[in-house]
């Protein structure tokens, strides 16, 4: 197990490919080598992944980003991906990642990782609290896409409303 390192890229899009499939939204996967460069290893990355490698193959990764919590005046780390090819499950190697992760966590100074568990995967649930997850069944995953950041923020201008640099 290690950080991924540049010459990961294509097989770090062929695992995120798998995972569109595993989660049944293969059609909305638009990520390119080019995005997955950028993202993870460039200059200032948005991202960062966790790989987990055999024979010079990745068959598990774990990517994730920095978060903030105001409620606890901590940093956190969201959980974007965590998935292992199906041959290599129920081997040790998800909880393995997970561990990888607390370490990053605990060295960064975080609080907590959260993430998304999808309502219908009972083994992921299963797995996650077996790891000792707490799954939240009271919120809600809302999100605006392209569309409607454009759409508000077209509607911010029109009116005048200054917007902050991030």
């Not at 770090?12 to 460069?37: H, M, Q, V, Y």
């Not at 609080?111 to 797995?127: L, M, P, T």
Request: aromatic share 8%.
């Amino acid at each position: 197990m290690r950080q991924a390192v540049s010459a990961d890229t294509n097989q770090i899009l062929n695992i995120i490919r798998a995972k569109a499939e595993f989660d049944g939204c293969a059609d909305t996967l638009r990520t390119r080598e080019s995005d997955i460069k950028e993202a993870f290893f460039s200059q200032a990355p948005k991202a960062h992944a966790l790989v987990v490698v055999e024979a010079d193959e990745i068959i598990g990764i774990a990517t994730y980003y920095s978060i903030y919590s105001t409620f606890i005046a901590k940093p956190g780390i969201w959980l974007d991906d965590l998935f292992i090819y199906p041959q290599y499950r129920s081997k040790g190697i998800g909880e393995a990642l997970l561990s990888a992760l607390c370490n990053v966590a605990e060295e960064a100074g975080c609080s907590r990782i959260d993430w998304i568990v999808a309502q219908d995967n009972e083994q992921g649930k299963r797995f996650y609290e077996n790891v000792g997850a707490c799954i939240s069944e009271s919120v809600r995953h809302a999100r605006l896409d392209e569309a409607a950041i454009k759409h508000l923020a077209d509607k911010s201008r029109n009116k005048g409303t200054h917007s902050t640099s991030m």
